[in-house]
């Protein structure tokens, strides 16, 4: 089995979570615009924290894009944070939480790290119906990152599509 890890600690994660006996492979190009020679190649595709660094209006075409990397019948795992989960946290008048900025914007520490689009749960499986994937799981996780040596659990999106 031949995958493809997309994104900060995306291999780790197909180790660990989703692909433990595949050849995992990172791609030296520029993700959002595979080159063709790519097409049809992948058993599987995780695309870890990187659709929400897509333009809004692009991201249908960068998940048809990514869809093309997959064979038949092979998946595509999407993780993105939470858009439901940063608008509880902006508006709980009790404790709003202080990463949720950096949660939805991005850390902003280089143009690699800027989030330009963001996420329903609702919106990625929409997005992903509209690229041509059935969606086949959709799972909302909590996770932790840490921002000036603290640790804060925020949410994630988790979308598998799968390409007919």
């Known amino acids: 089995m031949k995958t493809l890890a997309m994104g900060f600690g995306a291999v780790e994660v197909a180790q660990s979570k989703l692909w433990r006996d595949a050849e995992i492979q990172s791609p030296v ?7 063709k020679k790519f097409r049809g190649k992948y058993d599987g595709v995780l695309a870890y924290f990187v659709l929400q660094r897509v333009a809004n209006l692009a991201v249908i075409d960068t998940l048809k894009k990514w869809r093309e990397l997959l064979k038949a019948e092979a998946e595509l795992h ?5 858009a439901e989960w940063f608008a509880r946290q902006m508006i709980d ?14 850390l902003q520490v280089n143009e690699e790290t ?16 509209a690229a041509g994937l059935a ?14 040596g603290k640790t804060y659990q925020a949410e994630q999106h988790h979308v598998v599509g799968l390409k007919r």
Request: no cysteine.
């Open 29 to 35: 190009w520029n993700v959002f615009d595979p080159p």
């Open 78 to 82: 999407v993780h993105v944070p939470s």
């Open 93 to 106: 008048p009790e404790q709003p939480s202080p990463f949720a900025l950096q949660h939805l914007f991005g």
């Open 114 to 129: 800027f989030n330009l689009s963001a996420f329903t749960m609702s919106r990625l499986r929409g997005d992903m119906h």
């Open 135 to 148: 969606v086949r799981f959709a799972r909302v996780y909590t996770y932790q990152i840490s921002l000036e």
